[in-house]
């Protein structure tokens, strides 16, 4: 009777203590998250500071823009431009791999997860969150 009573708190021990392990195991995952790492700024703030010189800070673009540059084009029509529904993936393409468009000649788009890559040694799930933020930010400016 002893010796069971002894087993079972001995048991119960080693599962809360195995509990407890995962318990901060999982708030030690949290803090090492890409995410918090990265002190990842918002949709806003990364528009504002990569793509505002040229499509605008309300999005609507700049205007006209010395030859041969093309104007920038109008982001908060995209929905409209596709029949009523953001064309998320399009979008997160193009800031992944800028805007491939031959037949207008060189793409003047420039491509973000290169840049984001290269240009400030980011990893690639830390690109993906800022293309994710900036995707979100111009889908919530769209015009209805
Ligand atoms: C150097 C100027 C410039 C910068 C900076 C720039 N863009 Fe652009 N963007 C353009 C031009 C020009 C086009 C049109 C491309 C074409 O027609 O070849 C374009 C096209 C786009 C398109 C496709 C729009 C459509 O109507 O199909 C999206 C989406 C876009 N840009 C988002 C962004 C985002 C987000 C950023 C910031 C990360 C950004 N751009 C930074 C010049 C720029």
């Known amino acids: 009777m002893f010796t069971r009573a002894l087993r079972y708190a001995a048991l119960i021990g080693v ?16 803090a090492n998250s890409p995410a918090a790492r990265a002190n ?30 093309k104007v920038p084009p109008d982001l908060t029509r995209l929905s409209r431009r596709h029949r009523g529904k953001f064309p998320e993936s399009y979008v997160q393409d193009i800031l992944r791999n800028g805007a491939l468009l031959p037949e207008h000649g060189m793409a003047q788009m420039p491509a973000w997860g290169t840049d984001f890559r290269e240009m400030h040694g980011f990893d690639a799930s830390e690109v993906e969150m800022r293309i994710t933020n900036l995707t979100n930010y111009i889908k919530s400016r769209q015009i209805k």
């Open 40 to 69: 990842l700024p918002s949709g806003e703030e990364l528009f504002n500071k990569h793509c505002a010189v040229c499509h605008g800070q309300d999005l609507k673009g700049v205007g006209p823009a010395p030859a041969p540059y």
């Open 15 to 30: 599962l809360f203590a195995s509990a407890h392990k995962l318990h901060a195991a999982q708030q030690e995952h949290a």
